[in-house]
């Protein structure tokens, strides 16, 4: 079965600078990883998402994330961080079964705070 | 957004009582999926669905069925609500081609 870590629950950047949050899955194959950001009271938005090829991936709202197979890491990057990227953003793993659905596992999420 | 919505978007009951909570999505997608969001665990799925009358059990379906009768509609029952039970619940629906998953604003459910 596949399994998610965010090691990091809680996150504060200045607005301004860069960010960088961890993300380490568990999986037998190669897996589809995906990102998700979260603002108060929303559902979860899929910011990006990796499934084969290049290995920097990017999203939404300026994101990006690299695959690193030899450490298990998806970790998440911006260069430079708004206050309206307040949220909380979850790593993901999908995997697919002999049914041939994908089933996903996130992480516990991380939430990030920017202060000015 | 994107064709899934959730109904109600808040509930408070009462332990005991069973409560039922609506999924419905105007895409057609074959698989949907019911997660519960609490603090400190991220998403646990409940179940899911991958066609009409085709569910299986997620990590944490104790307590919880579902049913799902017509493509655009996923329903999750609580039989008898516990405490343990308040949680956010998130309906979802995969895009398929690894697309992810599409998720519905949340059901915000106490059990008092």
């Known amino acids: 079965a596949q399994s998610v870590t965010q090691p990091d629950i809680h996150i504060t950047v200045s607005e301004g600078a860069s960010l960088e949050l961890r993300c380490n899955y568990s999986y037998g194959a190669t897996p589809y990883l995906f990102w998700y950001v979260q603002s108060p009271g929303q559902g979860l938005q899929l910011l990006l998402k990796y499934f084969s090829g290049d290995t920097l991936v990017q999203g939404i709202k300026g994101f990006e994330a690299e695959f690193k197979r030899s450490q298990s890491s998806f970790n998440l990057r911006k260069p430079s961080v708004h206050w309206s990227d307040a949220a909380e953003y979850f790593c993901?793993?999908?995997?697919?079964?002999?049914?041939?659905?994908?089933?996903?596992?996130f992480g516990t999420g991380t939430k990030l705070q920017v202060i000015p | 957004d994107a064709g899934i919505t959730q109904s109600p978007r808040h509930k408070v009951t009462e332990t005991g009582t069973p409560v039922t909570l609506r999924c419905h999505q105007t895409?057609?997608?074959?698989?949907m999926y019911w997660y519960r969001q609490d603090p400190g665990h991220g998403l646990r799925l409940i179940h899911y669905s991958y066609g009409v009358k085709d569910t299986d059990k997620g990590e944490v379906s104790d307590g919880y069925s579902v049913s799902r009768s017509k493509t655009e509609d996923f329903l999750l029952t609580l039989e008898s609500a516990t405490s343990s039970q308040t949680s956010v619940y998130f309906c979802?629906?995969?895009?398929?081609?690894?697309?992810?998953?599409?998720f519905g604003s949340g059901t915000r459910l106490t059990v008092v």
């Open positions: 993901a793993v999908g995997a697919g079964n002999s049914g041939g659905y994908q089933k996903v596992t």
């Open positions: 895409e057609n997608h074959r698989y």
């Open positions: 979802a629906i995969l895009r398929e081609g690894g697309y992810g998953y599409t």
